[in-house]
């Protein structure tokens, strides 16, 4: 996320999936619920974070305060 604040960038379109079992069969709802939910942010750049309980969506670039 820090690269992506810093250049300014607005592509790449980021998943971050914050959790500490990081194995296919435990994310892959969450990762496929935030996909569905954010297609529209994803396809014109932004940095998606997810965990167990909520999502976050950020469109690019970010711009810092």
């Known amino acids: 996320m820090v690269l992506l604040a810093a250049t300014g960038a607005d592509t790449p ?3 971050q999936v914050r959790t500490q079992d990081i194995l296919p069969s435990s994310i892959e ?3 496929i619920a935030a996909l569905r939910q954010f297609e529209s942010e ?3 750049g932004a940095l998606v974070t997810v965990d167990l309980t ?3 969506v950020r469109v690019l670039p970010i711009r810092r305060a």
């Open 54 to 56: 909520q999502s976050r």
């Open 13 to 15: 379109s980021v998943i």
């Open 42 to 44: 994803l396809e014109l």
């Open 29 to 31: 709802n969450i990762a």
